[in-house]
């Protein structure tokens, strides 16, 4: 198999870079592989590393800097039978540190080389993650006083499938390369090796040193026992099919004469627990058995199970334009967090407002027409108010008819649940 | 008569499913997190992809692989999302790639009021880029347009290889409403214009000084390169000064010729010498408010903008040239006012501006179209 190298553009690095060598090596692995250019993306970061999309005869995708992992998974996901291979230096490794994390919990079929020559070459050798806190470099003193992350420990801690750390010296730098293409999953090859021109002329570096110091670190040479797991896509893919197709929108017919000619705003006041937005939903759907148009806005902490709860509903056979409510028609006040929400509102009521007033929750005075109902009395659970209080409010046959309420039930539930509501609305 | 009834957070996810879009990645944000839940319904089943990203940055970079991977790409946030998508928009841009980005805009500045409406993104949607070119932005009023506009989006993302953007806001998003979906008219669906020559291809080589480049995909049977450098038109590190500028030309002349098809509106005339203009949810309460002023004799006319960027400069030229007085409306302290005054250098334009959260009401725009000199 012949060389992917496009002759065309030679590389370009400082004499005696450890990155031509990855660059060779590369292309090795994937003429001992058999692999075509056009199987292949070559994903590049910025920085030096950034520069290898270019030598090849490949598809390329080169971009921002520490986000080449987030291309490739995009890639990797809408072309699954492509080889995607990310070059990354040990700045992207840095600046991307979340992409990392997340792409080595994922376990996609990328193969990441990170060309670690432990600075920033291009912009004048400043510290990186992985700088040892005794090397001199552009950033002054600061990298003695950050500790530099170990990309192996890093990534097989975070789930990385295959993980290895080598020389870039070494004599079957293409096998290592060819192992990790291979992986079914995230792979990652640690690749040591010399920036002469920026971070070898100020600190001892050699192909020796670096392989003693890694021949003085664990060995760490491939698959991570632990990780070992499904590819991402294929799981996603496999679970994909087992979702249940999203059945269409839910529309609803015209059946019944809406009871009033005019625009109603309706405003649930209640508590976490009542199922006020169910509530809001519901009346919503008896609006548009009668044909009306219906709009509706809810209004929650960030909390659940906890604090107030308000559902603002408008019904109208007009167009809706303007959906909120400045003075409302109705009021159900079923739980004191919501009426506390909206204390102010009570002050707006008009006589012809009609208030529907839980006993136990007491209201601002107000100018509206109140029903009290003691749900305590009467047995009805928290959770049940703004079902119950719905069908007070379709008794009253005003907004809402008592045909139109079951109707918006049977569309909303279904089975038991649908029974135990019929049951509680002609309680 | 039969009515749907939705959010229109899920009606901008059923036009982008309808319009063809299969690839989704977003990362939660009120009030955009509807439009990823809806995506996770219908995309699996659809043997599509729909993807958390650990963050706004890894969501946008998933998309913008996947979209030159081929596919036709959604994501959807908020102001403090969009933030963090700048660097891949201004990379988008550059380089050509399609997708529809919806930012459901919550009350700013930064984290701001997670469940509060505004309209405060709409400048930071055109310039919040590096380099400054345009971009393309519709702003739906309701649920409907959510549904047809993020259809339109699509359409003009791939014919177009740009993102487009979907100015929603808290109080469209996640206000439920019905209307009848098959009754909405969607466009046909348009597809990127395929490279087909025998030639080689280079894949940033247009037909002409306005057109998008044609595509091929990365990982088809030509090689593709895609970059977010300066580039020529094959895609490699280019310095020539006349490349360069000719490049940047035909991105700014790209989406600047072809505005009449994305040219979104409503007109309601009138027998007055007040125009009224107004985008988004605003405008839902300027028309009660106009509504009331016509049954009291006093009309004004009105103006509804859905594209935003780039400015439909000759219409609202035309639409504005019989009117004295100009007003605008809108959720925020001026931004898209700047435009209007730009546009309109002759007329007096009258301002109101509303930030606190909450929608522009009725009687407040009712009030400054009946004083001569509006609260602003």
Excluded at chain 1, 81 to 108: F, K, Y
Excluded at chain 1, 140 to 151: G, H, Q, S, T, Y
Excluded at chain 1, 234 to 252: D, H, S, W
Excluded at chain 2, 48 to 56: F, K, L, S, T, V
Aim: aromatic share 8%; net charge positive.
């Amino acid at each position: 198999m012949t060389s992917l190298l496009n002759n065309n553009r030679p590389p370009v690095f400082c004499p005696g870079c450890a990155h031509e060598t990855v660059t060779r090596a590369l292309d090795q692995a994937f003429c001992n592989m058999q692999i075509q250019g056009r199987d292949i993306v070559i994903v590049s970061d910025i920085g030096c590393s950034g520069l290898f999309d270019t030598f090849f005869h490949t598809h390329a995708f080169h971009g921002l800097h520490g986000r080449a992992l987030t291309y490739a998974t995009g890639i990797k996901l809408a072309c699954p039978d492509l080889n995607v291979i990310v070059t990354m230096g040990d700045g992207g490794l840095g600046i991307g540190g979340a992409h990392l994390l997340s792409t080595c919990r994922r376990n996609i079929d990328l193969t990441l080389l990170v060309l670690n020559n432990f600075n920033y070459g291009m912009t004048g050798g400043q510290f990186s993650a992985t700088t040892p806190q005794e090397s001199q470099v552009g950033s002054a003193f600061l990298n003695r006083i950050e500790k530099p992350m170990d990309v192996c420990q890093v990534t097989a801690a975070a789930g990385a499938g295959y993980v290895a750390r080598s020389s870039v010296y070494r004599n079957d730098l293409a096998l290592e390369i060819k192992k990790a293409i291979r992986f079914k999953g995230f792979s990652v090859l640690d690749l040591w090796g010399l920036c002469p021109g920026r971070y070898s002329k100020k600190n001892k570096l050699s192909p020796k040193t670096i392989q003693q110091t890694i021949a003085r670190l664990p060995a760490v040479t491939g698959p991570v026992q632990a990780n070992l797991r499904g590819e991402y896509g294929e799981q996603y893919r496999a679970m994909a099919l087992k979702a249940e197709p999203q059945a269409q929108p839910v529309k609803i017919e015209k059946q019944y004469p809406p009871p009033s000619p005019k625009r109603s705003g309706i405003i649930i006041l209640g508590g976490a627990g009542q199922r006020i937005v169910t509530g809001g939903e519901l009346l919503c759907y008896a609006g548009l058995t009668a044909g009306l148009n219906a709009a509706q806005k809810n209004d929650y902490p960030i909390t659940v199970l906890r604090g107030h709860s308000v559902s603002e509903v408008v019904l109208s056979p007009e167009t809706i334009d303007y959906t909120g409510i400045d003075t409302p028609d109705v009021v159900l006040a079923l739980g004191p967090e919501g009426v506390a929400r909206r204390t102010n509102l009570f002050k707006k009521l008009k006589s012809g407002t009609t208030v529907i007033q839980a006993a136990d929750v007491p209201i601002p005075d107000c100018a509206g027409k109140i029903i009290t109902i003691d749900f305590q009395a009467i047995r009805i659970k928290a959770q049940d108010r703004a079902l119950v209080g719905l069908s007070i409010l379709a008794g009253l046959k005003t907004v809402i008819t008592m045909e139109m309420l079951k109707e918006a039930l049977k569309i909303r539930f279904k089975g038991k649940v649908l029974e135990k509501a019929m049951a509680l609305v002609d309680t | 008569m039969a009515q749907n009834f939705m959010e229109g957070n899920e009606a901008v996810a059923w036009g982008a499913f309808r319009a063809g879009c299969r690839f989704f990645a977003g990362y939660p944000i009120t009030p955009a997190t509807t439009i990823l839940n809806t995506m996770l319904k219908l995309l699996p089943p659809a043997g599509g992809i729909c993807i958390q990203g650990e963050d706004e940055i890894a969501s946008m970079g998933f998309c913008l692989g996947a979209s030159m991977a081929g596919m036709k790409v959604l994501t959807a946030t908020s102001g403090p999302g969009i933030s963090l998508y700048s660097e891949n928009i201004s990379f988008a841009i550059g380089s050509e790639i399609p997708l529809v980005i919806v930012d459901v805009q919550r009350l700013g500045p930064s984290t701001g009021s997670a469940t509060r409406g505004a309209d405060g993104d709409i400048q930071f949607l055109r310039w919040g880029n590096t380099g400054g070119l345009p971009v393309v932005v519709l702003a739906p009023v309701n649920a409907v347009d959510c549904y047809q506009l993020t259809a339109h989006a699509f359409n003009i993302a791939e014919t177009l290889r740009c993102p487009v953007f979907i100015a929603s806001n808290k109080e469209t998003g996640m206000t439920k409403e019905s209307f009848d979906m098959d009754a909405v008219e969607l466009p046909k669906i348009k597809n990127r214009i395929r490279y087909t020559s025998d030639k080689p291809f280079l894949p940033f080589a247009a037909r002409n000084d306005h057109a998008a480049p044609e595509y091929l995909p990365i990982g088809g049977p030509a090689l593709v390169r895609q970059t977010s450098s300066t580039h020529g038109m094959d895609g490699y590190i280019t310095v020539d000064r006349e490349v360069i500028a000719k490049n940047q030309d035909r991105l700014e002349k790209k989406l600047k010729t072809c505005v009449d098809q994305f040219t979104f509106y409503d007109f309601f005339d009138a027998d007055t010498d007040t125009l009224l203009i107004t985008y988004g949810v605003t405008s839902r309460a300027a028309k009660t408010a106009l509504s009331g002023l016509n049954a009291a004799g006093t009309p004004v006319a009105h103006l509804i903008l859905k594209t935003l960027w780039p400015v439909l400069e000759n219409l609202i030229r035309k639409i504005a040239a019989k009117f004295r007085k100009i007003v605008m409306v809108e959720m925020n302290l001026g931004q898209y006012a700047r435009e209007i005054r730009r546009i309109l250098n002759d007329k007096p334009v009258a301002f109101f501006g509303q930030m606190d959260g909450n929608m522009i009401s009725p009687s407040r725009i009712k009030e400054v179209l009946t004083h001569d000199q509006p609260a602003q």
